[in-house]
């Protein structure tokens, strides 16, 4: 054990004290996450534009990459293929510009007579008289909305997933099935605005071996309205089933949301709203309120942004909840970037378990630290606490568990590009909760098409004591990839004992082997990824397709 914790420091060593080169992209951070949609820190501002490559580094797992759908002043949406676990909040990654072929020198000069300047036709525009107090520029006119096109964009895609559970000899089968589209129409019929649609049909069932159950919804995710949503627009409304614009935090709505926007990047607004329930039948009726907000973000790149809100709802008629929600980011140096959210619920004292006054719900708080564009660190603290509400998404919370639970976490990683194409970093947590606190950390290494090789490779190793479990293990992956063509392969290997157990000095193991295919065909793209689990109490296996056409 000392001889590998020896290895283990001098390793480390010499990942920080040597000499690296990379070209320096822009640094980034997970701050919000939404199916399978991950949104960054940084925006327009800070030069990354719709198209280019992301690369995020999710402690634990290989490197993963994206593309930027959706910019904003000061954050961009990242859209995760099908087969890619999708990176948590707090995941550091780099956003790489679009590589642009340099261009070709003509020949011959354009004043050469072999080569004759076309005519250009005749200005359709005259400028009129002009004054000594006129611009010399002429002034720009934009086009009113009936003048300008109406855009029409998403895409339409089946999904298909089904696995089975033979350990034990059970037997158990569980399957979905879903057929949707997304789309937004910019600009409909000439008035201006925006309309986003998102609906599925699904359905799922499961053949255990006492029960059969199979489940048919049509699901409406999202459909909204939206006007003044460009970034000069002096105010925003959008009307219909949607995710607030500045407060995601309270998850889907049913209702209105307006802010106005003030010249020093300043947006005051609130919304009125019912609440569907988390399932997918989107049940409704029994939740609704309202909520307030101020969002600031700076005109510079990186500069400080955050927002300040306020929900209060009632369920069935009965006031409910009162909790704050702030979130802020910004560089405090050039080197260092802060990011931290927070929800406070308010009691009022006729709640079943809290007596009146504030509890902090939610927080997260991170800090990361780039010395150089090839070398830093990140450290992380979280804390959750039970919400005590009469609404239930899911199964009733223990009055013990809202009274005194508490799960507070605290994490750090360190990272360096030996080359452009080698990655290695380290990362180590310590969490204690209301009965117990556990422990433990990963070594990884990501290698990106190393010696110009069309292929990623990972690898890393893990220790991890829980609550229940207490283990170490090894993962590796690799995904070879020429132009649209991509597969991965993976292998997992866990060895670990049941902690509290009558055989606690029991070792079991659990593999995993995980592979998939995907290809792009111009605007179709279809992958077929499957998982194969085993080992001492381990005997399942999953197979999932995906099909995509967007427009």
């Not at 309309?195 to 053949?207: E, K, N, T, V």
Request: net charge negative.
């Amino acid at each position: 054990m000392i001889a590998v914790r020896r290895v283990t420091i001098l390793l480390l060593l010499a990942i920080l004290g040597s000499t690296a080169f990379a070209a320096e992209p822009v640094k980034v951070t997970v701050v919000s996450v939404s199916g399978r949609s991950v949104f960054l820190n940084q925006g327009k501002q800070s030069g990354i534009t719709s198209g280019v490559r992301v690369r995020l580094y999710p402690a634990g797992s290989p490197a993963v990459e994206g593309t930027v759908v959706d910019v904003t002043s000061h954050s961009a949406r990242v859209e995760m293929l099908p087969g890619i676990n999708v990176p948590p909040v707090g995941t550091d990654g780099e956003v790489f510009a679009i590589d642009v072929a340099p261009t070709s020198q003509p020949t011959t000069s354009p004043t050469n007579p072999a080569v004759p300047v076309p005519a250009h036709p005749p200005w359709t525009r005259q400028e009129g008289a002009r004054t000594p107090d006129m611009p010399l520029l002429a002034p720009a006119f934009s086009l009113q909305a009936s003048q300008r096109p109406s855009i029409f964009h998403g895409r339409v895609f089946i999904d298909g997933d089904a696995s089975v559970d033979q350990a034990g000899g059970r037997g158990n089968q569980y399957y979905i099935g879903r057929v949707g589209t997304e789309f937004t129409i910019t600009n409909p019929a000439g008035q201006g605005g925006r309309i986003d649609f998102a609906g599925q049909l699904s359905s799922r069932g499961s053949d255990l071996t006492d029960s059969n159950t199979t489940e048919n919804d049509g699901v409406l995710d999202r459909f909204s309205y939206t006007i003044g949503d460009e970034l000069y627009a002096p105010y925003r409304l959008e009307i219909g089933r949607f995710y607030s614009y500045y407060l995601p935090e309270i998850g889907l709505v049913d209702g209105v949301e307006g802010a106005v926007r003030l010249r020093n990047g300043l947006n005051i607004g609130g919304g009125i709203a019912a609440y569907p329930q988390p399932f997918v039948d989107r049940a409704e009726g029994d939740d609704y309120g309202f909520h307030l907000f101020v969002d600031y973000a700076a005109d510079a790149p990186g500069k400080f942004a955050g927002t300040l809100g306020y929900q209060k709802t009632w369920h069935q008629g009965v006031a409910d909840r009162d909790v704050i929600i702030t979130r802020a980011s910004g560089f405090i140096t050039p080197k260092l970037w802060l990011f931290g959210s927070a929800e406070a619920d308010v009691y009022g004292g006729n709640e079943a378990v809290h007596s009146a006054g504030i509890d902090l719900t939610d927080a997260w708080l991170q800090a990361r630290y780039t010395p150089a564009p090839t070398y830093g660190g990140s450290l992380s603290l979280s804390h959750y606490t039970w919400a005590d509400l009469k609404r239930n998404d899911f199964e009733p919370v223990p009055v013990g568990l809202i009274r005194d639970g508490r799960v507070d976490r605290v994490q750090a990683s360190l990272w360096r590009n030996l080359t452009p194409s080698l990655r290695p970093e380290v990362q180590a947590h310590y969490f204690v909760d209301q009965v117990d606190s556990g422990y433990g950390g990963e070594f990884d290494l990501n290698c990106t098409n190393l010696r110009n090789v069309p292929f990623d490779l990972f690898g890393g190793v893990f220790y991890d004591k829980g609550s229940f479990t207490e283990g170490m293990g090894f993962r590796t992956e690799l995904r070879p990839h020429t132009g649209d063509f991509q597969i991965f392969v993976g292998y997992e290997y866990y060895r670990y004992t049941a902690i509290g157990q009558v055989s606690s000095s029991d070792y079991f193991t659990r593999q995993t082997i995980r592979g998939g295919v995907g290809y792009q065909f111009g605007d179709w793209y279809i992958s077929i990824t499957g998982d194969k689990y085993f080992g001492d109490v381990d005997d399942a296996y999953r197979l999932g397709t995906f099909l995509e056409y967007r427009f």
